[in-house]
């Protein structure tokens, strides 16, 4: 979350303090001027909320918004952020892209892509890009608590992914989070996901999605390494 000793994060700032700054301007603004943090989790009881991530391994993200149940737009959005300043920034920026022209639908918030968040901020490095990533997953988990709350419980879309090794349990969710965390080859995913090693007749389909992942996110073909 953002703190008092932002000016030191060295995530956002060299640390040579020589080579300026890595991030785009947006970023840095998004980073040192958070738009709709979330102050007071008391006043927000009755918003529907969203948690990703874990403090303990790493960025966790909540969001919280408010819905107008007649046309199912976004009216407020809010959000803390345990993490990065990619992290902070991402969500800021997810923040103010969800309440413009009046609030998104819930329709069109579940449509949004770490891509769109990713033009807004002018990019952040590869390494950095699950950050996004976070942050929109974050929203679909509010908006699915949203729709729990107004019982329309057929409307939950949950998150599950499609198994693809089915003796380790990977699933093609699990290939996508090791691609956004910088695993460009088969090698490093299955050192991240033990993908294979239980099912080895799944490696092609493997290869596939590291190859759409990557394309997908960094615009650029992995070294396919077997």
């Not at 639908?105 to 390494?127: F, H, M, N, S, V």
């Amino acid at each position: 979350m953002p703190n008092d000793s932002q000016q030191d994060n060295c995530d956002i700032v060299s640390r040579s303090g020589d080579q300026g700054w890595f991030y785009s301007d947006t970023v840095k603004d998004y980073f040192f001027n958070p738009r709709n943090f979330m102050r007071d989790e008391e006043a927000y009881k009755d918003a529907a909320m969203g948690l990703v991530g874990s403090p303990a391994c790493g960025d966790a993200m909540k969001v919280w918004i408010r819905v107008d149940p007649a046309t199912e737009k976004i009216t407020d959005c809010k959000w803390k952020t345990f993490g990065c300043g990619s992290a902070i920034a991402s969500t800021s920026m997810l923040s103010v892209m969800v309440l413009e022209n009046s609030g998104m639908t819930l329709k069109q918030a579940r449509e949004l892509k770490p891509q769109d968040i990713l033009a807004r901020l002018g990019g952040l490095p590869a390494r950095k890009i699950h950050c996004s990533v976070l942050g929109d997953k974050a929203l679909r988990a509010a908006i699915n608590d949203w729709y729990r709350r107004q019982g329309k419980l057929e409307k939950v879309e949950e998150e599950h992914g499609r198994i693809i090794d089915s003796v380790a349990k990977v699933t093609d969710k699990d290939i996508e989070q090791a691609v956004l965390e910088g695993a460009d080859t088969l090698e490093k995913v299955q050192a991240k996901t033990k993908v294979g090693t239980g099912d080895p007749s799944c490696l092609p389909e493997v290869e596939q999605l590291i190859r759409f992942y990557r394309e997908k996110y960094l615009g650029s073909s992995p070294k396919v390494e077997v």
